[in-house]
């Protein structure tokens, strides 16, 4: 059972441009949403996350928006960086289970 | 350093034989978890304990075993690897009660079965 759906599989945009990457869950029950980058080589590493009570958090380039109705949430990256080119993971917390379901991830490739 | 260590960094073994991996938290959390990591990025959750006690334990054959000495230490034991457990298994602690953000990874074990 596939609880944490993540879209699209690949995105490559242009230096500047917006990307944005999507998930959606099923569970009610989650109550932390965060969003990890993998880079080659390395393990992932938390770059934002949100709660259910809030429908929007911003870091710098970085903003979750989130939509509880519709069980949505995604990840817009600014003026995107070839620096940002990296593996991207959303995942969901249930304190029940202590654990984080994560997300098949999107591989995000910025060009120059 | 406070950090997830996890020994050895890479394995290479023959189908059949035993392999164990080493994890340790030094960050003073009470949970901890083995993810497998496949060939797609797929990150799936094995086990995750706290306490030193079980509390998650995904369909995972039952060639694996996780085991713990106390709650800064989680290792995993693979008897009779199979060609499909190439991977890269990942561990992570963090705060049962903690903020959610301090689930931290480590750098991984990645395991080439031939």
């Known amino acids: 059972q596939q609880q944490v759906r993540q879209s699209p599989q690949s995105l490559t945009v242009w230096e500047g441009e917006t990307a944005i990457l999507n998930c959606s869950y099923e569970?009610?029950?989650?109550?932390?949403f965060p969003w990890y980058h993998q880079f080659p080589g390395e393990s992932p590493a938390l770059l934002i996350a949100?709660?259910?009570?809030?429908n929007k958090k911003e870091d710098g380039r970085f903003t979750i928006f989130f939509n509880k109705r519709e069980k949505k949430f995604s990840l817009h990256i600014a003026d995107s960086q070839p620096g940002d080119s990296a593996t991207y993971f959303c995942?969901?917390?249930?304190?029940?289970?202590?654990?984080?379901?994560f997300g098949g991830g999107t591989r995000l490739t910025v060009r120059p | 350093e406070t950090a997830v260590f996890q020994t050895p960094n890479y394995h290479v073994t023959q189908v059949g034989n035993e392999v164990s991996f080493n994890c340790k938290q030094t960050?003073?959390?009470?949970?901890m978890y083995w993810y497998k990591q496949d060939s797609k990025k797929l990150l799936k959750i094995m086990f995750s304990?706290?306490?030193?006690?079980?509390?998650v334990n995904e369909t995972v054959p039952r060639r694996f075993s996780p085991q713990s000495s106390d709650k800064a230490h989680l290792n995993l034991r693979i008897k009779s690897v199979e060609p499909e457990d190439s991977a890269v298994y990942l561990c992570?602690?963090?705060?049962?009660?903690?903020?959610?953000?301090?689930?931290?990874f480590g750098s991984g074990t990645r395991l080439l079965v031939i």
């Open positions: 949100i709660r259910p009570v809030s």
């Open positions: 995942a969901a917390h249930n304190n029940a289970g202590a654990k984080l379901t």
């Open positions: 569970d009610s029950t989650f109550d932390y």
């Open positions: 960050l003073g959390h009470d949970t």
């Open positions: 304990y706290n306490n030193k006690q079980l509390i």
């Open positions: 992570a602690s963090s705060s049962w009660t903690g903020p959610n953000s301090d689930y931290t």
